[in-house]
């Protein structure tokens, strides 16, 4: 679940950028609380990212298959959000009271103890990788009720940093190069110039963010396809196919029936208030 990104919205409290140690690693650190939506699941689209999710109204998380919305996979209210490469679905009924850590891509890698890939497209409770520490966590975020959230967050992050925060080098160059949109160096540019066989620049790539480079492109392209149309009312798809860097329409349709279930006009009907969460159906 990415965090809510409406500041119209009475029960949304922005996020915070954290310390600077960790600013490498955590895009920010947020909470909404009290907000209540006319649907009752909706899509979550992959962002490229990881995150931690508290329930702090419920200890409970569900995530529902996407082909029967009856079957639901159910963890404790704190969870790992892995880096997924589609969309998933969610009960909004779980939105009252929420913290979250929004990892930058790869950011998680130096706390999890253990490749990111092993975590692509699940969701899995916190406690299941990092023990009774982490399930003590949410308990001391309810007993705080006049403390600083946020900060008892960033104390734990640090504290399962233990003082090695880092990423391998030519993670890092490529992150940086596949930053813009769309981005100016080619896969096999950067892995010539990392000085890595093709084969093991994947390996690590995949180690830290939990997506090869290619799926990695590719969300991170419909991405900046998706926040234009989140804010559009009326769209030139083969103009924005274009904008986003996809080779012709037909790319970028692919692309988002793959990552959001939906084609682009379906999308553009569909869409809620918040970027990255489509309301499913009744």
Same mark, same amino acid.
């Given at each position: 679940?990415?965090?809510?990104? *409406?500041?119209?919205?009475?029960?949304? #409290?922005?996020?915070?950028?954290? !310390?600077? =140690?960790?600013?490498?690693?955590?895009?920010?650190?947020?909470?909404?609380?009290?907000?209540?939506?006319?649907? $009752?699941?909706?899509?979550?689209?992959?962002?490229?990212? &990881? /995150?931690?999710? #508290?329930?702090?109204?419920?200890?409970?998380?569900?995530?529902?298959? @996407? $082909?029967?919305?009856?079957?639901?996979? %159910?963890?404790?209210?704190?969870?790992?959000?892995? +880096?997924?490469?589609?969309?998933?679905?969610?009960?909004?009924?779980?939105?009252? *009271?929420?913290?979250?850590?929004?990892?930058?891509?790869?950011?998680?890698? +130096?706390?999890?103890?253990?490749?990111?890939?092993?975590?692509?497209?699940?969701?899995?409770?916190?406690?299941?990788?990092?023990?009774?520490?982490? @399930?003590?966590?949410? =308990?001391?975020?309810? =007993?705080?009720? $006049?403390?600083?959230?946020?900060?008892?967050?960033?104390?734990?992050?640090?504290?399962?940093?233990?003082?090695?925060?880092?990423?391998?080098?030519?993670?890092?160059?490529?992150? %940086?190069?596949?930053?813009?949109? +769309?981005?100016?160096?080619? #896969?096999?540019?950067?892995?010539?110039?990392?000085?890595?066989?093709? !084969?093991?620049?994947?390996?690590?790539?995949?180690?830290?963010?939990?997506? %090869?480079?290619?799926?990695?492109?590719?969300?991170? @392209?419909?991405?900046?396809?998706?926040?234009?149309?989140?804010?559009?009312?009326?769209?030139?798809?083969?103009?924005?196919?274009?904008?986003?860097?996809?080779?012709? /329409?037909?790319? &970028?349709? !692919?692309?988002?029936?793959?990552?959001?279930?939906?084609?682009?006009?379906?999308?553009?009907?569909? !869409?809620?208030?918040?970027?990255?969460?489509?309301?499913?159906?009744?």
């Amino acid at each position: 679940m990415a965090p809510l990104s *409406s500041a119209s919205n009475p029960g949304v #409290i922005n996020g915070f950028s954290p !310390r600077r =140690e960790l600013r490498p690693f955590v895009d920010q650190i947020w909470r909404y609380d009290g907000l209540v939506q006319e649907h $009752d699941l909706e899509r979550v689209l992959p962002t490229g990212t &990881m /995150q931690i999710i #508290i329930n702090l109204a419920d200890d409970t998380s569900r995530k529902y298959d @996407r $082909d029967d919305p009856r079957r639901v996979e %159910t963890h404790h209210g704190a969870i790992v959000s892995g +880096p997924h490469a589609g969309y998933f679905i969610i009960d909004t009924a779980e939105q009252v *009271s929420v913290l979250g850590i929004s990892f930058t891509p790869g950011g998680a890698g +130096p706390f999890l103890g253990m490749p990111a890939s092993e975590l692509r497209d699940l969701h899995v409770s916190i406690e299941n990788i990092w023990g009774n520490v982490a @399930r003590q966590l949410r =308990e001391q975020l309810l =007993e705080a009720e $006049d403390s600083d959230p946020f900060g008892i967050l960033e104390d734990w992050l640090l504290a399962r940093g233990n003082g090695g925060l880092g990423r391998h080098p030519a993670v890092a160059y490529a992150l %940086t190069q596949f930053s813009g949109v +769309p981005h100016t160096r080619s #896969i096999s540019d950067v892995t010539d110039r990392v000085g890595l066989s093709p !084969r093991r620049f994947i390996e690590l790539f995949d180690a830290e963010v939990g997506l %090869t480079p290619k799926l990695f492109c590719r969300i991170k @392209r419909f991405q900046h396809a998706i926040r234009i149309v989140h804010q559009a009312e009326v769209i030139d798809w083969a103009d924005l196919a274009a904008l986003a860097g996809y080779y012709d /329409q037909s790319h &970028m349709i !692919r692309d988002f029936q793959e990552f959001s279930g939906l084609n682009p006009s379906a999308y553009l009907k569909q !869409r809620g208030p918040h970027l990255n969460h489509v309301p499913l159906p009744a």
